[in-house]
């Protein structure tokens, strides 16, 4: 896959069209992850995107967004959809008389982005996540 990123298009008419051209085969970009913050009840990480050049420098990093893992809440905000410009969630309640965990992504302003149900599995050399929906 190869990532170029170029303005193509100005909308606002009092924007000056930048002519510069992003191309992301001019690093190796690798996203780190980092565990912030963690109880009994919930584990918190956080990613960043690290761009190294090809010679090995870091050339840049920047944080991206932010996850938590609730182990066994009462309930999970359930997202509707889009209407009227605005994102519309419901409070859904879960049955937690098993272990299970809901996983919620932050948007880069910290904002809930999504949620999910999940439970841990593991085998003898790997634990994973298998999200229901």
Not at 7 to 21: G, L
Not at 104 to 125: A, F, H, M, V
Request: with cysteine; charged share 30%; aromatic share 14%.
């Amino acid at each position: 896959m190869d990532y170029i990123y170029a303005e193509t298009e100005v909308i606002d008419p009092n924007y000056t069209h930048d002519s510069r051209v992003y191309d992301a085969n001019r690093f190796i970009v690798k996203e780190l992850i980092k565990i912030v913050d963690e109880s009994n009840s919930h584990v918190r990480r956080q990613h960043f995107m690290q761009a190294d050049s090809h010679a090995g420098s870091t050339t840049f990093m920047i944080r991206h967004h932010g996850e938590i893992w609730h182990k066994n809440p009462s309930y999970r905000y359930k997202y509707l959809g889009r209407f009227d410009e605005n994102d519309r969630c419901s409070i859904e309640t879960i049955d937690n008389s098993k272990p299970i965990w809901v996983k919620e992504i932050l948007s880069l302003d910290e904002g809930p982005r999504y949620q999910c149900l999940s439970q841990w599995k593991e085998n003898q050399t790997l634990f994973f996540m298998v999200t229901y929906e």
